[in-house]
C-alpha cells in the first residue's frame, strides 16, 4: 500500500498576524485630513456612522416603548403622544451626533461651540426663512395650536394635517392632494382650525325673492336644518335676515355640527334641503335683476331712425 505524503501549510505564527493587523488599522486610522482642531480618517468616519446609527436605533426602539408600554397607560392623547415622542428623537439623535463628533474626528467641544457660532451668523443671514421654520416648528410641538389630525383652512387650502416635522407640515386636502405648508406660515399667519372645538356653527346663506313671505321662509330655513341628520337638534337651528339686497333678501340659516371635519358635506346637504322646501313652499330664488326707468322726452327718436328700423 502506497501513502502519499502530504503537506500541509501552517498557520503564520501569531507575531506575523497581529502584525498584519496592526498595519491595517494603521491605514484606516491614518488622518487624511490632520488639523489642530479635529483629524480625519477613515476609521473616525466609519466611527462617527456607527454612533449615528446606534443613536437612531436607541431613538426608535425607545419611541416604540414609551408609546406602546408607557403612555397608553397614562391615557395621554395622540397628538401629545407625537410631540413627546419628537422631542425625545430630536434629544437622542442630537446627543449621539455631538458624541459621534467628539469620539469620532476628535473635535473639542469648544471648537464645536465656536462652529456653531459661525453657523449660527450664517443662519441669521442666509438661512433665515429655514430658521424660523425650525422655530416655528418647536412652537408648534410644545404650544400644539396644530395637532395631528385637525383640519384646518389656510386661504385657499383646506384639508386635514397629516404630519408636523421640524420645519414642514403635511396637510391632506379633500381631493388627497398633499400640500407642504412652511411652519412659519401657520405660526405668523391667519389659520382657521376646524378641530379646535368638538362643536362648531356654520352659517349657509341664501336668498329669497321680494315679496316672499319672511316668516314662510324662515320655517323652511328652519325644517331644511332640522331634516339634515348631521346638524345638531340641541341648540336648534336659527335663522337671520341678514341685509336687504339689490335683487333678494338676504337671509342666513345658523346650524350647530359636532363632525367639523364634515363641514363641506353637512353645507351641501342643508343646500339640498333648501332648494327642495323652497320648491315646495314656492318661494323663489331670485337672480340679479335690473329695471331701466325711462324719463318722458328724454329720449328722442327722429322719423329716419323708426323709417330705418322697419326696413331691417
Not at 33 to 57: H, Y
Not at 72 to 85: A, E, G, I, K
Not at 124 to 131: K, V
Not at 189 to 194: F, H, L, P, Q, Y
Request: proline fraction near 5%; charge should be neutral.
Amino acid at each position: 500500500m502506497l501513502f502519499q505524503e502530504i503537506t500541509v501549510e501552517s498557520p503564520p505564527p501569531p507575531e506575523i498576524r497581529d502584525t498584519i493587523f496592526q498595519k491595517i488599522i494603521q491605514i484606516l486610522n491614518y488622518p487624511f485630513v490632520n488639523q489642530k482642531e479635529f483629524k480625519v480618517s477613515v476609521l473616525s468616519l466609519l466611527l462617527l456612522v456607527f454612533v449615528i446609527f446606534i443613536s437612531v436605533m436607541i431613538s426608535r426602539y425607545l419611541r416604540r416603548f414609551l408609546e406602546k408600554r408607557v403612555l397608553v397607560n397614562f391615557h395621554v392623547p395622540t397628538s401629545l403622544q407625537y410631540t413627546l415622542l419628537r422631542i425625545v428623537h430630536y434629544i437622542i439623535v442630537t446627543i449621539g451626533l455631538i458624541y459621534g463628533l467628539k469620539l469620532g474626528l476628535a473635535i473639542d467641544l469648544t471648537s464645536l461651540a465656536v462652529i456653531l457660532g459661525f453657523l449660527s451668523v450664517g443662519i441669521g443671514f442666509g438661512l433665515q426663512y429655514i430658521a424660523s421654520d425650525i422655530v416655528s416648528g418647536f412652537i408648534l410641538l410644545f404650544e400644539r395650536p396644530v395637532r395631528i389630525g385637525d383640519r384646518l383652512r389656510m386661504d385657499d387650502i383646506e384639508g386635514r394635517v397629516d404630519n408636523i416635522s421640524i420645519r414642514t407640515t403635511t396637510v391632506v386636502t379633500n381631493d388627497d392632494i398633499t400640500v407642504i405648508l412652511p411652519n412659519s406660515d401657520l405660526v405668523r399667519g391667519r389659520v382657521t382650525n376646524w378641530s379646535y372645538s368638538n362643536k362648531v356653527r356654520i352659517r349657509v346663506p341664501v336668498g329669497a325673492a321680494y315679496g316672499s313671505d319672511v316668516e314662510v321662509v324662515t320655517r323652511a330655513l328652519c325644517e331644511a336644518g332640522g331634516a339634515v341628520s348631521s346638524v345638531l337638534k340641541d341648540p336648534p337651528p336659527k335663522v337671520q335676515l341678514k341685509n336687504f339686497g339689490e335683487s333678494s333678501l338676504d337671509f342666513e340659516l345658523l346650524v350647530w355640527i359636532n363632525r367639523p371635519h364634515d363641514h363641506t358635506q353637512i353645507r351641501s346637504d342643508l343646500n339640498y334641503e333648501i332648494e327642495r322646501l323652497f320648491r315646495q313652499y314656492d318661494i323663489e330664488i331670485p337672480f340679479p335683476q335690473r329695471d331701466v326707468h325711462l324719463r318722458s322726452g328724454s329720449l328722442k327718436v327722429t322719423q329716419k331712425e323708426l323709417e330705418v328700423e322697419d326696413e331691417g
